[in-house]
């Protein structure tokens, strides 16, 4: 198996982490109304945004997905690194990972959500499944090396 395994997993997996952190960060109000947030509330006929997401909100929507976006960056451009592909793949496991986690608890808090959600869900299960195989399959090239060699007295 390949460096070419890894480097196409990195590949599609940043390009859909930079994907969801730009579409977050550069247009939160899509992104809210995309979830069914009301980005306010219409009277008489109008809608008046003050009641709307907050400035603080969407300041901390566009911090969360530049977060998710730089993310995506460096697994994207470790594709074209040899020396960064392995911490890329764990980055991007652990990435993908958390997402499970936090997701499959809110399953269990909030109830099951929209179809999309459940489409992305599926989608970073898969994703953190051929991580995880990958690292398990090539599993010598992922091991962590030693510094210092210990020295054994007879």
Request: net charge positive.
């Amino acid at each position: 198996m390949g460096n070419w395994i890894a480097k196409t997993y990195l590949l599609i997996s940043g390009l859909i982490i930079i994907l969801v952190g730009a579409y977050i960060s550069l247009t939160p109000n899509d992104y809210l109304t995309s979830m069914n947030v009301p980005l306010g509330l219409e009277l008489n006929g109008g809608i008046d945004k003050n009641l709307g997401p907050s400035v603080s909100f969407l300041s901390d929507l566009r911090a969360m997905g530049g977060l998710i976006f730089s993310i995506g960056l460096y697994v994207f451009i470790a594709t074209f690194r040899k020396d960064s592909i392995k911490s890329a793949v764990f980055i991007s496991v652990a990435f993908y990972t958390v997402f499970i986690v936090f997701r499959t608890l809110s399953f269990m808090l909030d109830g099951i959500p929209s179809l999309e959600i459940m489409v992305a869900f599926l989608i970073e299960l898969m994703l953190a499944f051929f991580g995880l195989l990958l690292i398990f399959l090539k599993r010598d090239h992922y091991e962590t090396k030693k510094l210092v060699k210990p020295v054994l007295k007879n």
